[in-house]
């Protein structure tokens, strides 16, 4: 198992979409930072810049995920992994754990530097317990997001369309959903996403941290049950 981790941790290293994909994640992280403040004067409260930084982590996170796993199914990467290690769900098993460590540190990276782009203007931050669970709660949506989006990759088997789908339900139907029925929306992936992040709100009831991790985990862990059933089906000669 663990030459199989250490091929698809080097797979992912050497990718063409794994490197630009976190540049491209930590610009979007410090530009939607900084820019209400330095070109509107807005300063808009920490929680909601926090928040914003771990949607954009965790949709990265799945993008990343479901790229390197259908990518590698439509290359032929796959295929050449299992002329060596035959036992599928190993090989399965190792791009979904690469992927929950590729979204753990896409997680804490965001909120990094969310929070170092507030103290680079000088805004008072949040007590340093609140800032250390908030990232904590970042790092382990975006890994859970990461090996949904793994997983999903491995079910459809299409880089393209399932980029597409994620980037529509990250930032399309769930904030759609959560403005028909919040008590709906936080059992879905970005309501939960919300609850690891101790989000705050006057208006809604947010379920605590431990709750949101068992809602995301139940969600991660039935798409690895369709992700396993798929690929040990499948024919990929």
Not at 51 to 67: F, K, R
Not at 103 to 125: E, F, K, M, Y
Not at 143 to 161: I, T
Request: charged share 10%; aromatic share 6%.
């Amino acid at each position: 198992m663990t030459h199989i981790l250490r091929a698809q941790a080097r797979s992912v290293a050497t990718t063409k979409i794994a490197v630009p994909g976190v540049l491209a994640m930590a610009a979007f992280v410090i530009l939607t930072s900084l820019t209400p403040a330095v070109l509107f004067g807005q300063h808009r409260d920490l929680h909601t810049i926090l928040g914003g930084a771990a949607t954009v982590a965790t949709v990265t996170a799945a993008l990343l995920g479901a790229l390197q796993t259908a990518g590698d199914l439509t290359n032929g990467m796959t295929r050449a992994v299992l002329l060596a290690e035959p036992r599928r769900l190993r090989v399965l098993g190792a791009q979904l754990l690469v992927s929950l460590g590729l979204g753990a540190g896409v997680g804490a990276a965001a909120a990094l530097l969310a929070d170092g782009t507030q103290a680079a203007l000088g805004r008072p931050g949040l007590p340093a317990a609140s800032l250390v669970w908030i990232g904590l709660g970042t790092a382990v949506a975006a890994s859970l997001w990461g090996l949904l989006g793994a997983a999903a990759g491995v079910v459809l088997r299409n880089p393209a369309l399932w980029a597409c789908v994620i980037v529509l339900w990250g930032y399309a139907v769930e904030p759609f959903i959560s403005t028909l029925s919040y008590r709906v929306y936080i059992y879905l992936p970005g309501g939960a996403r919300e609850s690891l992040i101790r989000h705050v709100s006057a208006h809604h009831y947010i379920p605590p941290p431990l709750a949101g991790g068992l809602i995301l985990a139940g969600w991660a862990s039935a798409a690895a049950l369709a992700a396993a059933l798929t690929f040990t089906r499948r024919d990929v000669t």
